[in-house]
């Protein structure tokens, strides 16, 4: 039987949407097994919500910031990414309008990362390949 798949939505947050340079990472805090793992700002769609509704809702959380939403960076599931056997995630491009980012809500540190930097922190499995996928959108310094 196939299981319905938990949708997560996340934020790829670039210096600029037109001519990105450098990504926002951030540490997870918890749960323990996550713990000391990067990943992409964002989280669950609750039940009824729109997409980016939830990814505006989670930054504000997590972040405690607005941004502008460019292009998604789609995965191979119609544009959704297989990320762990429960859940999906879906990423989109965005720029801070409102900051500055906070480790408010789930993270302990935040960090620019250019695209040199990309594997200098230990990313949550899942993200491995779409942070393969996002190297080639980030120009080099
Ligand atoms: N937010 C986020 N979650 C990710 C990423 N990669 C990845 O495997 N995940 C997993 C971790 C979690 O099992 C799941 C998302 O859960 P979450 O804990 O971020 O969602 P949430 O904020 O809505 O959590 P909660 O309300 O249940 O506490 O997706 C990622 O880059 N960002």
Do not use: C, N, Y
Not at 34 to 39: C, P, S, T, Y
Not at 97 to 122: K, M, N, Y
């Amino acid at each position: 039987m196939q299981e319905t798949l938990i949708d997560v939505v996340a934020a790829a947050i670039v210096d600029d949407l037109d001519h990105p340079t450098r990504l926002l990472a951030a540490r997870r805090s918890a749960p323990a097994a996550l713990a000391g793992r990067w990943e992409f700002p964002g989280g669950k769609v609750e039940a009824g919500e729109e997409h980016l509704a939830a990814l505006r809702r989670e930054l504000v959380e997590e972040l405690g910031v607005t941004v502008a939403v460019g292009a998604e960076l789609p995965g191979p599931d119609g544009g959704a990414w297989p990320i762990t056997t429960k859940h999906r995630m879906r990423v989109w491009f965005t720029r801070l309008q409102q900051g500055p980012p906070e480790p408010l809500e789930d993270h302990d540190e935040l960090r620019w990362l250019t695209a040199a930097e990309l594997d200098d922190v230990p990313w949550l499995d899942g993200d491995v390949q779409i942070v393969a996928a996002l190297a080639g959108h980030l120009a080099p310094r």
